[in-house]
């Protein structure tokens, strides 16, 4: 397991696109939220504060927009895609075989590359969001404060949040063995399919009276996962707890984590 | 040093099969050439001998199979891919990666890198890398854990004729070392010159295997070129003693089941005069189209696919015999 581990920190840290994934998500993850701040900033000079309008304002600023409950993560989604290289450069450049003759145990390589790659993750969203959330204390410290215990708690949430999303992409890669596939399907299945999916529910008179059950949709209860702005009515209520959005988004990564691995298992190099 | 064994190992894909039944011995201090046509199933055996590819039988290398080895490059190198790195990876960081899964030392990257004649390249980026090149890197990954075995599939490929002759006297000299090299190859002049034993299969099984002389002697019977102004009544005499005679170019004759002393002999006996007269052994590229005749996965239609080694040797068809 050792070697294994040893062999992924290699690994990631000598290909290029670790670096300029990281190097984007830090860029657009702070830099959204200095053009946030700075736009409060200017608000709230101008007009004055109405202390309303405060509320989850250090957590939307710290997740650039996310806590908002309205759309994805964007620093989590680029740094998805960290996870599909590291199953698609396998596939689409023959260095599975490398691999796996450096390394015989394919459970070891496996383990190692959700590891290696979640903590990475995890490494990069805290540090994005900190920073983030320290832009924004230099700009908003006059009228409130950034980091409240529900921003940590939303950071926190949101660090989960980009593990799971990075390992569901990995998951979803090592199945299909396509790179390319996998990076559109991470991409159009949030911000196309699942809106597809909401738009029968509202046009098809069967379907209408049952949009309650849209709160299910994996990517849909992942936004629940920081939302600050809603009030969940128990778990599984409508909306989504956090907790019950991130059993189901974490539920729908542990199903293609395990195929992920049971096929991993079979499948040939 | 390791004895490899392989038993009984066996592959379909889509109920098509691939490797049937194989079993083999590759001994130390040897280089084992592994031949076949196309599609004959060489790369799928390399690969389930390493565990790669799920199917049938096993394979050890000292009695333990592959999976079974603690930092597997130390014990067994292997070359499958023409070009298996990332592109964008430097040479040397590619090395470091696989050293740092086999607690192999960082010295050895750079020597490996050395003695694969990479040093000058060693931080660049392999998308610009020849075919040759990727090849002295794959080997460079092979040889990284001084292993005893080493598995090659097609590794002269892409590699120009000092390329070709560097890695035959490379392999050759890790074989005198005692170690295990089995390699694959199209380029049966150089297996020839490399190899001491031969694994011949087709279509998936195994059709001979033992030393590179007993192959090639136990296929083809040297024939004797005899060059004559007199070829009509020659070939008679020798005809009417119960040899073999195949005319190939006028005034010559190729004659198998008599030796060079005994056609010589005859010759003189008849007052036929020779311009000519000398011994040609079977080549083992003779041996093996004749061989694996009928066993190509892939063959050839519409043209005469007719192979004609020297321009008297014997024939062999794109499509069997």
New interface residues.
């Given amino acids: 397991m050792r070697?294994?581990f040893?062999?992924e920190?290699?690994?990631i840290r000598?290909?290029?696109?670790t670096w300029w994934l990281t190097g984007l998500t830090l860029v657009v993850g702070v830099g959204i939220s200095t053009l946030f701040a700075w736009a409060i900033h200017h608000d709230f000079s101008t007009t004055g504060v109405d202390p309303g309008e405060i509320d989850g304002l250090g957590a939307g600023v710290v997740t650039q927009l996310a806590a908002s409950g309205q759309i994805p993560s964007v620093v989590c989604f680029i740094l998805a895609i960290l996870g599909i290289f590291a199953w698609g450069?396998e596939y689409r450049?023959?260095?599975i075989?490398?691999s796996?003759?450096?390394?015989?145990?394919r459970s070891a390589l496996w383990v190692a590359k959700y590891v290696v790659v979640g903590l990475w993750v995890a490494v990069v969203a805290f540090v994005t969001m900190v920073l983030s959330g320290a832009v924004a204390v230099l700009f908003l410290h006059s009228y409130l404060s950034v980091f409240t215990a529900e921003t940590w708690s939303v950071v926190g949430r949101q660090v989960a949040y980009g593990v799971l999303l990075a390992w569901l992409a990995m998951a979803f890669t090592s199945l299909t063995r396509s790179q390319a596939f996998a990076l559109t399907s991470i991409f159009l299945w949030p911000l196309l399919i699942e809106h597809l999916v909401e738009l029968f529910f509202l046009l098809v008179p069967g379907l209408r009276d049952n949009t309650e059950v849209l709160r299910f949709l994996p990517f849909q209860a992942a936004n629940r996962m920081v939302d600050v702005l809603s009030e969940p009515d128990g778990t599984f209520g409508d909306p989504l707890s956090p907790l019950g959005g991130t059993i189901v988004f974490g539920g729908l990564a542990l199903v293609l984590l395990v195929a992920s691995y049971s096929l991993f298992q079979?499948?040939?190099? | 040093m390791a004895t490899i064994a392989a038993r009984g190992l066996g592959k379909s894909f889509g109920g098509k099969p691939a490797v049937t039944d194989l079993s083999f011995d590759v001994q130390p201090g040897s280089v084992t050439g592994f031949l076949g046509p196309n599609g004959a199933g060489k790369s799928t055996t390399m690969r389930l001998m390493l565990g790669l590819d799920n199917g049938a039988g096993h394979t050890t290398f000292d009695g333990r199979r592959f999976a079974e080895l603690a930092h597997p490059m130390r014990h067994v190198g292997a070359l499958l891919e023409a070009k298996p790195f990332h592109p964008t990876r430097k040479a040397r960081s590619h090395l470091r990666m696989l050293a740092a899964a086999n607690a192999i030392p960082r010295s050895r990257v750079d020597e490996v890198l050395t003695l694969v004649g990479l040093t000058e390249v060693a931080k660049a980026k392999p998308k610009g890398f020849s075919m040759g090149m990727g090849q002295r890197l794959g080997l460079a990954a092979a040889l990284l854990g001084d292993p005893h075995t080493l598995i090659l599939d097609e590794p002269a490929n892409g590699l120009d004729p000092q390329g070709i002759q560097w890695m035959r006297l490379l392999l050759r000299s890790l074989a005198a070392e005692g170690r295990s090299i089995f390699v694959s190859s199209h380029l049966l002049s150089e297996m020839a010159l490399m190899a001491d034993h031969l694994v011949v299969i087709g279509k998936g099984r195994l059709i001979a295997t033992g030393p590179v002389a007993e192959f090639v002697n136990s296929a083809q019977p040297s024939a004797v070129v005899v060059r004559t102004p007199d070829a009509a009544v020659l070939a008679g005499v020798l005809a009417a003693e119960g040899a073999q005679v195949e005319a190939g170019e006028p005034g010559v004759l190729m004659v198998r089941g008599l030796t060079a002393d005994a056609v010589g002999d005859l010759a003189f006996e008849h007052r036929v005069r020779l311009h000519e007269l000398s011994t040609r052994a079977a080549t083992l590229e003779e041996a093996f189209l004749e061989r694996t005749a009928g066993v190509e996965e892939f063959q050839a239609s519409g043209v005469a696919a007719a192979v004609v080694s020297d321009g008297s040797g014997p024939t062999a068809g794109g499509s069997p015999s």
Avoid: E, F, P, Q
């Fill in positions: 070697a294994a040893a062999y920190w290699v690994r000598t290909i290029r696109s450069h450049h023959g260095m075989r490398a796996l003759t450096a390394l015989n145990s079979k499948r040939d190099a």
